[in-house]
């Protein structure tokens, strides 16, 4: 499993609209230059005085 906060300004993607819980997505590391195809297992969505912040859990990786 892999759990990380996704940067919504900079994707065009949103989490309820665009993919949902069970989708296979593809998630990047721009630093490494990796990609991997992985499941939406969670998501935990939190919107307080700081702003909107998403943490997503993933499983099932097919590195490539």
Request: charged share 20%; net charge negative; proline share 2%.
């Amino acid at each position: 499993k892999i759990e990380c906060a996704i940067n919504l300004a900079r994707s065009p993607f949103k989490f309820g609209a665009d993919f949902w819980l069970g989708d296979i997505v593809t998630i990047q590391d721009e630093r490494l230059g990796l990609y991997a195809n992985v499941r939406v297992l969670s998501a935990t969505e939190v919107q307080d005085d700081a702003g909107y912040n998403i943490t997503i859990e993933f499983g099932g990786i097919n590195n490539g």
